[in-house]
Each structure stands twice: as C-alpha cells, then as structure tokens.
C-alpha cells in the first residue's frame, strides 16, 4: 500500500463492482444476496473513509481527480438503487393496500405508463351499472 492514491482507487473500482452486483439483485428481488453485500459495501466505505484526505483536498490535488470521478460515479449508482428500492417498496405497499378490504370505499394506487402514481377506485365494473 505504498501508494494510497492507486489504492483508494482500486477501493472505488471495487464499490463500483459491487454497486453494480447489489442494482442485479435488487433487480431480480434476491434479498438474500442483497443483504450479504451490505457488510462488504460497509467495509469498502470505511476503507475508502480511512485513506482518501479530505474532500478540499480530493478537488485539488490532480492525482486524486481519477479517484474523484470513479466515486462520483458510485454516489449515482448508489442513488440508483435508492430510487429502484424506493419503487419495489412502493409497489409492494400498493399490493398490499390492495389486498385489504377497506369496504366500498377502497382504492389503490398504482403507476401509470409514465411512472406517475393515479388512483383508481376497485368497485367499478359491472356492479355499477
């Protein structure tokens, strides 16, 4: 580890692996291999955490721009998944809110074509005309 700024970005090359692992697993609902990526991912921040200075100095110094970018481009993939997971709890929710029986007034919420949440009543059909 002579040289912590190869390193860190060996670190950063590895976080981008993984965040690419737990977007293909949260993608196919594999819970199981979700969770097992999130202690390694834990220990990967920390170890980035413990060599890269500080964030003035990572902006300013040249030979950390590499390392810069490739931990840019984490925080989106990280933010990805975010907004994938988000999206799988909400339809969740919304299964679920739909499995109740709230009486006639029920209603669930879903996604349309273009991602928007509408809502639509469940009683209406043929027993309403």
Not at 24 to 38: G, M, V, W
Not at 96 to 101: D, E, Y
């Amino acid at each position: 580890m002579n040289d912590p700024v190869h390193y860190a970005s060996q670190l950063a090359e590895q976080l981008a692996q993984l965040l690419e692992q737990e977007f293909a697993t949260l993608r196919s609902q594999d819970i199981d291999q979700f969770e097992q990526l999130q202690p390694v991912k834990t220990e990967l921040l920390a170890e980035i955490t413990r060599l890269a200075p500080p964030a003035a100095e990572v902006q300013s110094l040249p030979e950390w721009q590499n390392f810069r970018a490739s931990m840019l481009a984490c925080r989106d993939a990280h933010r990805r998944n975010a907004v994938l997971m988000e999206r799988k709890l909400e339809a969740i929710r919304g299964t679920l809110q739909s499995l109740r029986v709230d009486g006639a007034a029920s209603s669930v919420e879903v996604y349309d074509r273009l991602g928007h949440i509408s809502r639509f009543s469940r009683h209406s059909g043929y027993s309403d005309a």
